[in-house]
């Protein structure tokens, strides 16, 4: 059964610092990862999304990267600002077809 | 292109009671998710459609809970009765074919008293 598991839970930053957000997954046999970003009260944003033959994707500030040997997952936001803050979810679509999703990383940038 | 919609946004509701959620998902969109987010939890698949027919209802508390999408366009969730531990927010995503880019809408948030 496949488990996502995100780490850290919470992170609270300074304007301006690079971070990075983990995502593991117990079983490499997947279609893709997919990076969302939910603001309180929202829906889910799509990100980034990986093809399982891909090892990274960047849009803008953000560049993810996906090792499925290993079985995870980075996403990198360079420069953060205040308008990043929001809870960052990791989700991988396996081979039934399922999107199964990791609980979260709730990210708070302070200015 | 608009998004998938989804009404009502927040729905207050006191235990035993029904309620019932409906979504219209993007146009051309062939296959239609129900997921519960339950606070300080990622999303968890209730039930995906494709077209008008069920492909996985496994994690569906079909006791209490019921979906159906007529017509293979909108969808409509209903939980009958609703108890405490289904507060949670509902979200509704569609996708060109199962398998591809999933898009999802702003959320019913639910609190059940």
Redesign the interface.
């Known amino acids: 059964k496949q488990e996502?598991t995100q780490i850290p839970a919470a992170l609270s930053v300074p304007e301006g610092e690079n971070l990075v957000l983990n995502c593991s997954f117990t079983d490499s046999a997947i279609?893709n990862l997919?990076w969302?970003r939910q603001d309180p009260?929202?829906?889910?944003?799509?990100l980034l999304?990986i093809q399982s033959s891909q090892r990274e994707q960047t849009s803008g500030r953000l560049n993810a990267s996906l090792d499925k040997s290993s079985g995870r997952s980075t996403l990198y936001i360079a420069a953060s600002q205040p308008g990043d803050s929001a809870t960052y979810?990791c989700?991988v679509?396996n081979q039934?077809?399922?999107?199964i999703?990791?609980?979260?990383t709730e990210l708070s940038v302070k200015p | 292109e608009a998004g998938v919609a989804q009404s009502p946004r927040y729905k207050i509701i006191e235990k035993r009671q029904s309620v019932a959620f409906w979504c219209n998902p993007i146009s051309g969109h062939a296959t239609l998710y129900w997921y519960q987010q339950i606070l300080g939890q990622g999303p968890k698949l209730l039930i995906q459609f494709q077209n008008n027919g069920v492909v996985d209802d496994s994690q569906l508390p079909k006791d209490r809970f019921s979906a159906e999408r007529l017509k293979g366009v909108d969808s409509t969730l209903k939980i009958q009765p609703a108890k405490l531990e289904d507060s949670a927010v509902y979200l509704c995503a569609s996708s060109q074919k199962a398998g591809y880019e999933q898009y999802f809408g702003p959320g019913t948030r639910l609190t059940v008293t």
């Open positions: 996502v279609y997919q969302f009260g929202k829906g889910l944003t799509s999304l979810l989700a679509l039934g077809g399922k999107l999703f990791g609980q979260g």
